[in-house]
């Protein structure tokens, strides 16, 4: 269910966030306090173990997911997304590319005619195309951009944001 705030964008702004180790959540905490905009974590069906995680191992989970182009993990909540006109989509980077949990959050969801932004942890890649390729699935989005915040102050995803949805 999200969490309501007031909103300081002209836009009514939700943030949906998926994070696996606590550091995404904490930048959509950030984030949504930053511009006034609800929240709603995008909970996995079946939790993450530390084990799912392990980079290193190319039969965890989270690698042979990020293998699969079809791979869609379940989701255990919904969210209504029909009185948003913006949805920020935070995540981690995993291999280079979105978890593919958020793939299918985008495909259950109606983002026809919002506007998307992407805000990203790493631990070493960047954003690169993991925003437009999810753009892709989201049937009638209009991506208006994205960029890793794995640091940076409130102040500075406030200005961000704002600027992308002006």
């Not at 190319?58 to 869609?72: G, Q, W």
Request: proline letters at 3%.
């Amino acid at each position: 269910m999200a969490t309501i705030l007031s909103t300081s964008l002209s836009a009514k702004t939700i943030v949906c966030y998926f994070s696996a180790t606590g550091t995404t959540k904490a930048l959509a905490e950030k984030t949504a306090k930053a511009i006034g905009a609800d929240l709603h974590e995008i909970q996995p069906a079946q939790t993450y173990s530390s084990d799912d995680l392990n980079w290193h191992n190319s039969k965890s989970r989270s690698s042979i997911e990020s293998n699969d182009p079809k791979s869609r993990p379940a989701i255990a909540n919904k969210v209504d997304l029909t009185s948003y006109d913006a949805v920020i989509l935070a995540y981690p980077i995993w291999w280079g590319l979105a978890p593919k949990i958020l793939y299918t959050f985008v495909e259950q969801n109606n983002l026809n005619g919002k506007k998307v932004v992407a805000l990203v942890t790493s631990g070493g890649s960047e954003l690169g195309r993991s925003g437009t390729d999810l753009c892709k699935y989201a049937k009638g989005s209009i991506y208006k951009g994205g960029k890793d915040f794995t640091s940076g102050s409130a102040e500075e995803i406030k200005k961000f944001v704002e600027k992308l949805l002006k």
